[in-house]
């Protein structure tokens, strides 16, 4: 199948506005998706609320759009009921780690067999441009007006924290890494995490100076090196990408059916 073959056509043009990064995220989710050779009913995405859980109106694969912070509690659900699916759950600042937090690092613990997509934009962008638990320490945003006084979570450290199986970072800039890194994560067998960095020219870039898309961009490849490189040897600073953690553990689905198969024997 080509990449056309995997979107809703009639849904477009696209409700992001110009110069948002998830448009680039959708194109290397998609070209990840075409290179596995995946049929469209093999794929369930489940989103929540906000501007990256737009994404799910517009591939062409079974779709659940649902409650805020929620998204992992619904792809839980519909993986537990239909195991043999692949499920590709994108979020945002929120829906990961603010109201969805609890979900996400319980969904990492158990490893279920989810692919999580955190689009990180570092501001809440559908709702006016609130500062998220992305933001950073020193940031502007519409609710801080004066700075942002909250430290920022590290997806990749929580992750690992949490027991994900399968953590990566990656940016928009560097798009084919991305649709490298997202094949490689649905398909592996567990709880798998995929932070994109991404840019909000609307609300981050304009409240705090940052310039346009290409600026932001230009900048999300200047404060990132990939996993080892001696460039964060002389800069620690430097954010790293690539993947962090790929390991084999035993997968929640199958476990669950392990414990059926125990009880029915004991009935029988």
């Known amino acids: 199948m080509a990449v056309k073959d995997y979107i809703r056509e009639r849904f477009f043009p ?17 070209r990840a998706v075409e290179r596995l050779g995946m049929s ?12 990256s859980s737009r994404i799910s109106g517009y591939v062409d694969f079974h779709t659940l759009h649902t ?13 537990l009921g239909q195991p043999e699916l692949n499920i590709i759950v994108p979020m945002g600042d929120g829906d990961a780690l603010s109201i969805g937090g609890n979900h996400f690092i319980h969904a990492a613990r158990r490893n279920i067999d989810l692919t999580a997509i955190v689009m990180n934009n570092r501001i809440y962008g559908m709702t006016g441009g609130q500062y998220s638990p992305l933001s950073g320490y020193g940031t502007m945003a519409t609710t801080a007006p004066y700075s942002n006084i909250d430290q920022d979570f590290d997806v990749v450290d929580l992750s690992i924290a949490a027991g994900a199986a399968f953590v990566a970072r990656t940016t928009v800039y560097h ?7 997202l094949m490689k994560a649905i398909i592996h067998e567990g709880f798998s995490v ?9 609300y981050f870039g304009r409240k705090n100076r940052a310039g346009d898309a290409v600026d932001m961009m230009e900048h999300m490849k200047e404060i990132t090196t990939p996993i080892g490189s001696k460039a964060k040897e002389k800069n620690p600073d430097l954010l790293e990408r690539g993947i962090f953690v790929q ?11 392990r414990i059926i198969e125990r009880a029915q024997a004991d009935v029988s």
């Open 14 to 30: 696209h409700m992001w506005c110009p110069g948002c990064g998830h448009g680039i995220v959708l194109n290397s989710l998609l």
């Open 40 to 51: 469209k009913n093999e794929i369930v995405m489940v989103s929540g609320i906000g501007c």
């Open 67 to 79: 409650i805020h912070g929620r998204a992992l509690a619904f792809a839980t659900g519909v993986k």
């Open 175 to 181: 798009a084919k890494q991305m649709a490298d890194i």
């Open 194 to 202: 995929v932070e994109v960095m991404t840019q909000c020219p609307t």
């Open 247 to 257: 390991k084999e553990i035993p997968e929640y689905c199958q476990e669950y059916e």
